[in-house]
């Protein structure tokens, strides 16, 4: 039991060790895209605030870093909305007005020096609201990023769950040879009379 125990620690361990976030490499491109922005609130104002934004967190994970971030009306390539490769703050960058009303869009990453962990991603839209003259709408989803198990960890898992098969099946069987009678009854095995 005490092995079963230190795999399946090391499993977790394995699944963890590349943290949160997506990794990408240089020469990496990785995409996400969105259907759908969870509503937030209505707001009154004379005006509407720009349509939308688009902001992430990551970290740099060797160096030199040198990422392109863009982002996409709807699935890349088509809808082209704008790019950057500096970090972005604060509000993050600023699209359109018509960006995103539809409440669907995308995010593309390309590295081409360095390798970064792409943490998490926020998208915000506002647009006007249907229901209450003179006010808006704000969508806003943030998604927090998970990667995927290693290679270690499924490995690690398989042999885990083949272990405590082979442990629970050698138990029941001690069990059934312990018990005389019990064997015969439940199974004869092979070369055994038959009554």
Known sequence: MRMIRLLLAM??????????GVLLNAGDTWSYHFTTL???????GSTDPVGATF??????????PNLLYEV???????????????PIGGMGILLPTTA???LEGSARFTVTDGSFVIESLTFTVWRPSATIPSSYDTFQSTV???PE?????ILLGGFALILLYHRVRGAANKALQATPGLRRAVYPG????RA
């Open 55 to 64: 902001s992430f967190t990551y970290s740099v994970n060797t160096y030199p």
């Open 144 to 146: 927090t990023l998970v």
């Open 72 to 86: 996409f009306e709807g699935v890349p390539p088509n809808g082209f909305l704008g790019s950057g490769t500096q």
């Open 11 to 20: 499993t977790a361990m394995a699944g963890i060790a590349n943290g949160q």
């Open 100 to 102: 995103w009303q539809d």
């Open 149 to 153: 198990p290693s290679t270690c960890a």
């Open 38 to 44: 969870d509503y937030v609130s209505t707001q009154s």
């Open 190 to 193: 092979p070369g055994a009379r």
